[in-house]
């Protein structure tokens, strides 16, 4: 044993050594180190009691400077809060061009330089008044002067055009650029950065008059920081230098907006020069060019920023990646806390920005008054340390196993399996080390066969010919046939059921369902069904005709009733007598054809045009759907008592996403289907088309799933579909459409497209650009000749993502693009 303490003439250790050292058993280590250890306790004191002594300061700067963080973004939440008060009072009565002009010289007087703009949008050019703050007083900006501001105030935000009154939209930090004009003591051009408050203002009949948006002068924010980081502190707890110290206000996208400055100079422009210097990223933001955004490589600065957004408060040390030399060093204190903003009474607070506090001043001296309790209890704790040694000399020696665990809790991290590397320390770890690293070569052998054999499998059953399910043959109670309805699972079920009992009764029905799940075979079932069977099945479609020509095809016409009516004409009506009649896209009729509908089914009687006789008819109405009814009652476009009128009995097909487990039923049948048009022979999928077919989420339903497999076998140039050869409607997308670029003039009246849009929809908007207001027609017509059905969930869709607006009902309906009504 002597051998491994001969060490004096030798610098680094011998192999020999270490290799003996590496041979001890933990329990023989302790006993061998323990005493010499119990020497050193002694001169480790003097250190012990100078970590204590920068941890006690440490702790004491920390949470000092977490306290005016927080007081910071304190009072910036309570300035938008009594500006969210302000704007709410204004907006509670009708606002006048008197009554802002004399809130805007009040505030002045009482607030300061709070508030450096208020701005009306109101229903008229008369209506629309901005004044604005200047060293001289409140003056009225002219509405032209305005409209040609660099982010004018007369251009409502999308965001508080969604709001209702009482909710208070806070925009981002904006640069306001006024155009010299005549006003005040010289003509001057006028820049202000500025955060604004919308929100709109309700009439005397509770409907939006208009929109209110009073602008926060920045540097009012900017000022409130720099206060808190004087010496005029209002929460001063000890004496501070200002340079030592350095408030940032950032946004939750991560821009650094605005620093703390000087108290000296309030008036000063806003600037992130001090905190940006020595940091790498990116410079200006929309709307506002005096922004900083640091780079990613600057992770601290964003694991704080994850922290704002998150809603969380707290603090930073040493953090070598943040902040240039003047304002970042070894012992930095960074506190941040996040600025929140109450949209609304009843809203939840959201996260508006942050204040990130950097403190330099470590002020050492601050803990002298501990240093008698420090020493005491350094001395106690040395007692208490000798008897604590074995544990604590214990866990240093099972170090060992410690870096053991981590390297195999690292590996569990990463994913993958790999040697572990360390050195050897002694016996155990040594062993247990080189045990895992067998086990470990094992698992990876055999994890590799397996991904073979695994890779190999997969490459078979997806070539694999899958062995469709043919559909069951249904029928009715009658014996009736339905073979156009397919599908064995539990949505299917219900909907046979539901045919079936709907069928027992005469009443009418209301099928709704989305565009492509069988509405009409839905109808055409209960139709063969029921006892009226043997007689007419009548379709019209809704949607298809305008309002007089729809008129004419449901209740017909006698002779002589207009110039072209050469004989009598039934109507859809008296020929669908004793069979049944389906009114497909009924949400499209207009207001004059449900109000002659609703008279019809409560009389079941008709009026052909020109006649004065109504006539009886016995006919089964089925009305059918793809729009929620309830939501177009809610709205006007939809008679309420002819809804309840239709809804007798309601049925609703499902959506092939909520019937998956019908998809080898359906291909197979339209396969098969496909086949025999064709005259290909024998068609059949492989397990990756089905599969693929099975993973996909058919916003066109059935109809979608039936033009696939069509064109899979169309295109297919074997017996047997390949994955590769199955294609769906949105993989022919070529891209998005997005509007040409605009005069930088005009950028602000138009948005840009710039949403996923369908090849039929990019292709028909591109045409109808210059061709506004259109109709649905015109649309079938821009896009190449699109069916009605398609065209209808085409705007319908374009509406919903706020593309087009809509104006109309019916087949009289008019469509425009969003930026034309704009303007």
């Known amino acids: 044993m002597l051998h491994l303490f001969r060490r004096a003439s030798r610098s680094q250790p011998s192999d020999r050594y270490i290799e003996g050292l590496s041979q001890w058993s933990i329990r023989k280590k302790l006993l061998v180190f323990l005493l010499p250890a119990v020497i050193a306790i002694l001169a480790a004191t003097g250190m012990i009691l100078n970590v204590f002594s920068n941890n006690y300061i440490g702790l004491a700067l920390e949470r000092s400077s977490l306290i005016l963080t927080l007081a910071q973004a304190h009072e910036v939440d309570n300035l938008l809060q009594g500006c969210r008060e302000d704007i709410l009072s204004l907006a509670y009565r009708p606002v006048t061009r008197e009554r802002l002009r004399e809130f805007m010289e009040g505030s002045a007087a009482a607030r300061g330089a709070l508030y450096a703009e208020a701005a009306y949008v109101g229903e008229d050019n008369e209506h629309q008044f ?32 969604e709001y209702a009154p009482g909710k208070v939209a806070l925009s981002d930090l904006t640069e306001v650029y006024y155009q010299p004009t005549g006003l005040g003591v010289a003509p001057r051009a006028r820049t202000l950065a500025i955060l604004r408050l919308t929100t709109p203002v309700a009439g005397p009949d509770r409907a939006i008059a208009g929109y209110l948006t009073l602008s926060i002068d920045a540097r009012s924010v900017r000022n409130l920081l720099s206060l808190h980081n004087s010496s005029h502190s209002p929460i001063l707890g000890f004496s501070r230098t200002s340079e030592n110290r350095q408030s940032i206000f950032v946004d939750d996208r991560g821009w650094m907006l605005f620093q703390s400055e000087g108290v000296e100079d309030p008036t000063r422009r806003l600037s992130v020069e001090d905190v940006k210097n020595g940091l790498s990223g990116d410079h200006g933001k929309p709307g506002f060019d005096g922004a900083f955004r640091p780079g990613p490589r600057h992770e601290g600065y964003w694991r704080i920023l994850t922290s704002l957004q998150q809603g969380q408060s707290g603090m930073e040390r040493n953090e070598p990646d943040f902040g240039p030399p003047k304002l970042a060093s070894s012992e930095d204190f960074i506190g941040y806390a996040p600025v929140r903003f109450q949209e609304g009474d009843a809203a939840e607070p959201v996260v508006v920005g942050g204040i990130i506090y950097v403190d330099r001043s470590l002020l050492p001296r601050a803990a002298e008054f501990g240093q008698i309790n420090i020493l005491f209890l350094t001395t106690m704790g040395a007692i208490v340390t000798l008897t604590a040694l074995v544990v604590v000399l214990g866990g240093a020696i099972t170090k060992p196993l410690a870096r053991l665990s981590e390297a ?6 990463e994913g993958r399996l790999h040697e572990i590397e360390l050195p050897d320390s002694d016996l155990e770890s040594t062993t247990l080390k080189r045990a895992i690293n067998r086990l470990i070569a094992a698992v990876m052998s055999k994890e590799m066969e397996i991904k073979a054999k695994d890779e190999r499998l997969r490459s078979v059953r997806a070539k694999e010919r899958v062995a469709l399910i043919a559909p069951k043959s249904r029928r009715g109670e009658d014996g009736v046939l339905l073979e156009d309805l397919v599908g064995e699972s539990p949505a299917m079920m219900r909907l046979f059921e539901r045919i079936r009992k709907i069928t027992a009764t005469d009443a009418d029905v209301l099928i709704i369902g989305e565009t492509g799940t069988g509405k009409e075979l839905t109808a055409e079932a209960i139709h063969r069904l029921s006892r009226r069977a043997p007689m007419p099945f009548i379709s019209i479609n809704c949607g298809a005709l305008d309002e007089n020509l729809l008129m004419d095809a449901l209740f017909g016409h006698v002779k002589g009733a207009f110039s072209e009516a050469k004989s009598d004409r039934k109507g859809a009506f008296l020929a669908a007598d004793g069979g049944t009649l389906l009114l497909d896209e009924i949400g499209n009729a207009s207001s004059r054809v449900q109000q002659a509908l609703l008279r019809a089914l409560s009389v079941r009687r008709i009026s052909p045009l020109g006649s004065d006789e109504e006539t009886a008819f016995d006919a089964r109405v089925v009305a059918a759907t793809n729009v929620n009814l309830k939501e177009l009652v809610a709205t006007g476009e939809f008679r309420e008592d002819l809804y309840y009128r239709l809804q007798v ?57 039936k033009n696939c497999i069509i064109r899979a076998a169309a295109l297919a140039e074997r017996e047997l579909i390949l994955a590769e050869d199955i294609h769906f409607e949105d993989e022919m997308v070529e891209g998005q459409l997005v509007m040409e670029k605009l005069p930088a003039e005009a950028a602000v009246e138009q948005p840009a ?25 015109d649309y079938q017509e821009a896009g190449g000749g699109v069916p009605q059905r398609t065209a209808q969930h085409d705007l319908q869709d374009l509406v919903r993502r706020g593309i087009l607006t809509k104006d109309g009902r019916g087949p009289s309906t008019k469509y425009t693009l969003s930026h034309h009504r704009e303007e």
Do not use: C
Not at 135 to 152: F, I, L, R, T, Y
Not at 408 to 413: A, D, E, I, N, S
Not at 677 to 705: I, T
């Open 753 to 777: 497209l710039d949403v996923p849009l369908t090849g039929r929809q990019r292709k028909a908007l591109r045409a109808l650009m210059d061709h506004v207001p259109f109709t649905r027609q």
């Open 649 to 705: 009995l309601a049925v609703t097909t499902p959506a092939l996403r909520e019937r998956i487990a019908d998809v080898p039923v359906l291909a197979g049948y339209f396969l098969r289907l496909a086949a025999r048009r064709m005259g290909k022979g024998d068609l059949a999928l492989s397990r990756g088309a089905l599969d693929k077919l099975e993973a996909h989420s058919w916003p066109g339903n059935v109809r979608e799933l």
């Open 130 to 161: 901005v004044f604005i703050r200047t060293d001289e007083g409140v003056e009225e900006m002219p509405a032209d002067v305005a409209n040609k501001a660099k982010n004018s105030p007369l251009v409502v935000s999308r965001k508080a055009l």
């Open 408 to 413: 195999v809790g690292r590996m569990r991290l």
